[in-house]
């Protein structure tokens, strides 16, 4: 469906995309991961044929550079923080909706998928982030495009609306959309991708699935536990017996734990007669390099 | 390849965001005061005195359009493009089954239109009050006058849009279309005088380089259309009515039509480009 061959992408005297080269099947979630700068919106800005670039792409057989508006229309594509013109979404929608070729018919069903409809007379310049997410996923949809094209879509979001739009695109790829997103979120890659492309300072790191990406990238889930404070000596011995590295964070402690073994350090402190009052669990790279207190 | 269906699509989006624009909206009322205005203060009695009223109050238009449609169009022509890149508006069109001609052409046609329908406001009010006053002795080169504003309009639009084409920021761009403006309209007049005064420029010199700016080729060819010579521009219009006759106007015309078409054909090859081009390290 995606097919990419030495793209590389070079700004002046930098090279955003160097000799990359992916193929993406019909029916997959593929997250593009990497930090800032490792290239990921230069190669999704690649894919929709909005800049050139060396090497072949094509997208659903067609040629990204020779035909970039054909290989445009079969993407639905969402930014990271979609900007609009200052209509309200049902004349926003409209105008893509004409300018997609799609019958007026259509507009509805769509604002009703993203849960837009009560909001339709609202300016877009009144929305909040989340609904100008939903928005633009409305749009993307318009044209019942067989690849969506997400570029950090949750990155300005909320928990509980990055929720609900994870959700939303997890239904469109189990419905049969292909879909590639660009993320440095590992609870999203996890719950969304089926593939991930690590991207790093331009170049195509390796491919995983996503369950190995934390062992890969020498990242960790953290599981923060939290345990009264009369047993905090008790579970910090019973940590280190077992040979566990742990953070101390005020009343909860910061374990880091590997993909298939997320629970050992319940049952070590369950074995320890230690009461767990709650636990939950952190992408780790979010407290990698962070200051976090030990007691 | 074009889709004329994606630039009507754009270019009626471009069109209604115009004329809801607050500074389009002040200006068009401003422009079609003043134009009113100019043309109530003709007072007809006699014909010798109705001519020469009717030429006072077209003379006065044509100053008035002089001043006013480069600053309109050489503005909003900048900014209109300039805003949506810098706001973010551009990138997103752009991801859609659209192409950079189609975009660039619909936005020109649709701020074109906008101020087509300025222009033929002012005129229109205008041409009202000179008829009501039986003050319009030709309607046809009333007429023609509205046509080379349009085609001024046109030709600062197109710079305007040249302007947007390299400049990623509102202020820039409007920056550039004010100094623009002020070239044009007076600096570049100055230069010329100061010019001629220092060189002693020969007459056909002093010609070619006033008729280079498109405000002057407006202004030879509307005071030809309304007073049929150009005595009154001195030896420069002296000159050009005797060498070129009656092909002056057909040339102006062409003149006029060269800097509609150049400039925006520049913008279009430059818009373009730009895909391949990187400003500060991001591609827009």
Redesign the interface.
């Not at chain 1, 923080?81 to 200052?86: N, R």
């Not at chain 2, 752009?94 to 192409?99: D, M, R, Y």
């Given at each position: 469906m995606i097919v990419a061959n030495h793209l590389t992408k070079r700004?002046?005297k930098?090279t955003a995309l160097d000799d990359v080269t992916f193929t993406i099947e019909a029916g997959e979630s593929v997250a593009l991961w990497g930090e800032n700068g490792a290239g990921k919106t230069t190669a999704i800005?690649c894919l929709?044929g909005?800049?050139?670039f060396e090497g072949d792409l094509t997208v659903n057989g067609v040629s990204v550079r020779k035909a970039?508006?054909?290989a445009?229309?079969v993407i639905g594509?969402v930014?990271q923080?979609?900007?609009?013109?200052?209509l309200s979404i049902i004349e926003t929608v409209r105008?893509?909706a004409?300018?997609?070729r799609v019958a007026t018919t259509r507009i509805m069903p769509v604002l009703e998928q993203v849960q837009l409809t009560q909001h339709q007379y609202k300016r877009v310049s009144m929305l909040s982030g989340g609904m100008k997410q939903r928005l633009a996923l409305a749009i993307a949809l318009l044209a019942d495009p067989p690849i969506l094209i997400l570029d950090e879509p949750t990155a300005n979001l909320d928990v509980a609306a990055q929720r609900d739009f994870i959700r939303t695109i997890k239904i469109l790829n189990q419905a049969g959309k292909t879909v590639v997103f660009s993320s440095h979120r590992l609870d999203e890659v996890l719950v969304l991708a089926s593939r991930v492309l690590v991207l790093a300072g331009g170049k195509l790191s390796f491919e995983c699935l996503p369950h190995e990406l934390t062992d890969k990238l020498g990242l960790h889930r953290w599981l923060r536990i939290w345990v009264n404070p009369t047993h905090h000596q008790d579970m910090r011995q019973a940590l280190d017996e077992n040979g566990f590295r742990y953070q101390m964070n005020g009343h909860s402690v910061f374990v880091p734990v590997a993909g298939n073994e997320k629970g050992v350090p319940l049952w070590t402190l369950q074995q320890a007669n230690i009461p767990i009052e709650d636990f939950d669990f952190v992408s780790g790279e979010l407290l990698i390099g962070q200051d976090v207190n030990h007691d | 390849?074009i889709?004329f269906r994606?630039i009507r699509?754009?270019a009626g989006?471009e069109l209604r965001?115009s004329l809801r624009n607050r500074w389009f909206i002040v200006f068009t009322i401003a422009f079609a005061g003043l134009a009113l205005a100019l043309s109530g203060l003709s007072q007809p009695s006699g014909t010798q005195l109705q001519l020469a009223s009717y030429n006072r109050t077209a003379a006065s238009l044509v100053n008035l359009v002089l001043l006013f449609i480069p600053l309109i169009s050489l503005t909003i022509g900048a900014t209109n493009l300039a805003g949506d890149r810098e706001?973010?508006?551009l990138?997103?069109l752009?991801?859609?089954?659209?192409?950079r001609v189609e975009v660039l052409l619909s936005k020109y046609i649709g701020v074109a239109g906008a101020l087509f329908t300025t222009l033929t406001f002012g005129f229109g009010l205008a041409g009202m009050v000179l008829a009501l006053q039986g003050n319009i002795q030709d309607a046809g080169g009333y007429l023609f006058t509205v046509i080379l504003a349009y085609l001024l309009a046109l030709a600062m639009l197109s710079l305007g849009f040249l302007i947007a084409t390299f400049s990623f920021r509102i202020a820039t761009a409007l920056g550039g279309a004010l100094f623009l403006w002020l070239f044009l309209v007076f600096i570049g007049d100055l230069g010329i005088m100061g010019t001629v005064i220092a060189t002693q420029m020969p007459v056909d010199a002093i010609f070619w380089v006033t008729v280079l700016n498109p405000l002057q080729m407006f202004k030879f060819s509307s005071i030809l259309t309304i007073q049929a010579n150009l005595d009154v521009l001195g030896p420069a219009g002296l000159y050009a009515t005797s060498q070129f006759g009656s092909s002056l106007l057909p040339l102006l015309l062409v003149g006029l039509l060269i800097w509609i078409v150049i400039p925006l054909g520049f913008a279009l090859f430059l818009f373009m480009r730009q895909?391949?081009l990187?400003y500060k390290?991001v591609?827009k």
């Open positions: 700004y002046a930098t800005r929709l909005v800049q050139g970039g508006k054909s445009r229309a594509y930014p923080e979609a900007k609009f013109y200052d105008f893509y004409k300018l997609k | 390849m889709d994606n699509i754009i989006k965001d706001v973010g508006t990138t997103y752009l991801a859609q089954p659209v192409n895909e391949k990187v390290g591609a």
